[in-house]
């Protein structure tokens, strides 16, 4: 099959192991293009696509919008700061005056879980979730994906330890559904307050300590603290935090083994990650940024594609 | 559905060999030249004609191309067409291309891939070899340089071409119709 089953990207939970299969395949054509001397292709010149942002970000934006234009789709940018959104519009009512001009795909991040997938009820274009709240963040997860698969071979059978802030990440949720959907093992680790209470009955181990957290994976994605999300303290100190989760570059150097180690970005550097840990040889980072261009590609096409 | 055969296994051999001996006689260098196989059926025949002009003391580099993210037929039809791999290991910028498809009907994938083989540089002249030319069904203006045979045939009808070298059992060619 060539073709997605769902109709919008709101989250991995919805979707199967061959439709990321099938993202990954079509990424792979997609990475080639945006290593040509001309970086674009025409598929979708005939679609407009909005970039709807009520919460901040700079990557995956940009990737998001790098990606449209790389497809040659009309973009038209929205952020919620400077926008009638502070003048008590609904959020129904933003995207359907965006949609009345005629758009046919709305990418959108908000900071209430569920946004997308409220609108996706309410509205004819296809929504791609960037983020919603601390429930997934769909792209992250498949770019995440690919760059295991693109460095290690493939994802199924291989040791996936997610470090940090779990509580907090919609990134770790979208990467714990799809990286057991593609077959591997999964284990987060962090201080018992970021870790969900039922985290466990998503088939996932749960280590408190980093050390052996580290002995036991292939790959360590390692999450940023979402200071911004917690309300409460769920730890004494950012320095007390680093002491005991923190990952430096004698750590990795010190495993029998050689992992990869991976970040969503952005990296506080110095707080989960030191400076030459991010920018060792162990880091594949900025193949997942560049990936991230790739895989929205694949996404976008295929969505568009089925329209 | 009927089937009739257009090459066999030994017409297709000596239909391999003259269109080899006129990219010979056309290209008294092959110093600038490059072969381009279209995705993803183009590719076996392109590889067939990359060996025989081997075996007649011509190298030339071989590549795929991939134009499914050229297409004019994309939101147009239920699934987006499934893209492959494209391995273009050479400059594409001042060279003569030699574009092979197995099948000639409509024009457009040629001028899919004309668009797509630009994304990497200027060519300095381009051809098309084709192992059979369907007559009178193009859309575009387009023709070939090159052509192992022509056939008549109505836009129901599909030209189905086996190789060997794509897991058929052995290199045939036919027409095949609905009624």
Same mark, same amino acid.
């Given at each position: 099959m060539s073709k997605l089953s769902q109709r919008h990207l709101l989250g991995i939970k919805d979707i199967t192991r061959g439709d990321i299969e099938l993202i990954f395949e079509t990424a792979d054509n997609f990475k080639d293009v945006i290593n040509r001397?001309? !970086? !674009?292709?025409?598929?979708?010149?005939d679609v407009t696509i909005a970039n709807v942002f009520f919460e901040n970000s700079t990557r995956t934006r940009l990737s998001f919008e790098l990606a449209e234009k790389r497809l040659s789709a009309d973009v038209i940018n929205f952020s919620?700061?400077?926008?009638s959104v502070k003048k008590g519009e609904t959020l129904l009512d933003t995207v359907n005056n965006i949609l009345a001009?005629?758009?046919?795909m709305v990418v959108m991040r908000h900071a209430s879980a569920g946004a997308p997938h409220f609108l996706s009820k309410h509205i004819k274009a296809n929504i791609v979730n960037a983020g919603d709240g601390t429930h997934e963040h769909p792209t992250q997860a498949l770019l995440d994906g690919f760059s295991i698969r693109e460095k290690?071979?493939?994802?199924?059978g291989k040791k996936i330890a997610i470090i940090?802030?779990?509580?907090?990440s919609r990134v770790a949720l979208s990467n714990i559904f799809a990286l057991k959907k593609l077959g591997a093992e999964v284990m987060v680790c962090g201080p018992p307050t970021l870790l969900?209470?039922?985290?466990?009955?998503?088939?996932v181990q749960v280590e408190l300590e980093v050390k052996k957290a580290l002995d036991w994976c292939d790959v360590a994605n390692v999450l940023r603290i979402q200071l911004e999300r917690q309300?409460?303290?769920?730890?004494?100190s950012l320095r007390e935090y680093t002491l005991y989760y923190g990952i430096n570059k004698k750590m990795l150097d010190d495993l029998k083994k050689k992992i990869v180690l991976m970040h969503p970005g952005p990296i506080n550097r110095g707080v989960e990650l030191t400076s030459d840990a991010a920018d060792s040889?162990?880091?594949?980072i900025l193949d997942q940024v560049e990936n991230g261009v790739a895989v929205r590609m694949a996404v976008l096409y295929l969505l568009a594609g089925a329209a | 559905m009927q089937k009739k055969l257009i090459l066999d296994s030994k017409q297709l051999h000596i239909t391999l060999s003259r269109l080899c001996q006129q990219l010979i006689e056309n290209h008294?260098?092959?110093?600038n030249c490059v072969l381009l196989g279209l995705q993803p059926r183009g590719i076996f025949l392109a590889e067939l004609i990359h060996e025989r002009l081997k075996s007649l003391k011509v190298n030339v580099p071989l590549g795929y191309l991939d134009a499914t993210f050229h297409r004019d037929d994309f939101r147009r039809r239920d699934t987006p067409a499934k893209a492959s791999e494209t391995r273009?290991?050479?400059?594409?910028?001042?060279k003569n291309v030699v574009l092979i498809d197995d099948v000639l009907f409509t024009g457009r994938t040629v001028r899919a891939a004309l668009d797509a083989m630009i994304s990497f540089g200027r060519p300095a002249k381009v051809e098309l070899l084709v192992l059979v030319d369907r007559k009178?069904?193009?859309?575009?203006p387009i023709a070939a340089d090159y052509v192992g045979k022509y056939v008549d045939t109505h836009d129901t009808q599909r030209v189905l071409v086996e190789l060997q070298a794509s897991g058929s059992k052995q290199n045939k060619v036919w027409l095949i119709s609905k009624e």
């Open positions: 001397p001309i !970086k !674009k292709v025409p598929s979708l010149r919620a700061s400077g926008s001009m005629k758009v046919d290690l071979g493939s994802v199924e940090g802030d779990i509580l907090h969900p209470k039922f985290i466990s009955t998503l088939g309300q409460l303290k769920y730890f004494p040889h162990h880091s594949i | 008294t260098n092959f110093s273009v290991p050479f400059a594409i910028e001042g009178a069904t193009r859309d575009l």
